[in-house]
């Protein structure tokens, strides 16, 4: 479940949506710490979805200009998006061989199902707005998904 396919097709559909680009980077372990230290405070799925925006907020500073937004909200992603691939790695090392066979292809629906939401929502504006709408509707649907596997995972445990 690398995220290195499903983000060259997300930064495709920027391209096509003519949304000016900077260069996305990984997480940075900053980032990525933010998100981690909300979560454990918050707790796992619904209460943590309060940790949503964090790396948003830190990221745009007081640069408001559009393209700083999403470059922003696609390192939101990114976060997300590793916390999502990591316990999806962890799930699938202990889980049954008929779960496996169910989360995987749940996980290819969910993919689906995110990429043609957040489509849908960019589709519907022009320019830097339908890039930001469809970097903050990647962000967020990632970090609910991350959100639900980390509910899972605690699950599967005590199982």
């Not at 949304?19 to 799925?45: D, H």
């Not at 339908?130 to 959100?147: D, F, K, P, W, Y």
């Amino acid at each position: 479940m690398g995220s290195v396919p499903r983000l060259s097709c997300t930064l495709s559909v920027f391209l096509l949506l003519g949304t000016p680009l900077q260069a996305a980077q990984e997480p940075t372990n900053e980032q990525a710490a933010i998100v981690a230290r909300c979560v454990e405070e918050q707790g796992l799925v619904y209460p943590a979805m309060a940790c949503f925006g964090e790396v948003i907020d830190q990221c745009i500073g007081t640069q408001n200009q559009d393209s700083h937004m999403i470059y922003c909200s696609i390192q939101e992603y990114m976060v997300w998006d590793q916390r999502l691939n990591t316990t999806y790695t962890q799930i699938m090392k202990i889980a049954s061989t008929e779960v496996k066979a169910s989360l995987r292809s749940a996980q290819r629906a969910w993919i689906a199902f995110r990429d043609d939401t957040c489509s849908a929502n960019a589709l519907l504006f022009d320019g830097t707005d339908a890039g930001l709408i469809m970097a903050a509707c990647m962000a967020s649907q990632t970090a609910i998904r991350s959100l639900q596997l980390d509910q899972f995972l605690s699950d599967a445990q005590i199982q």
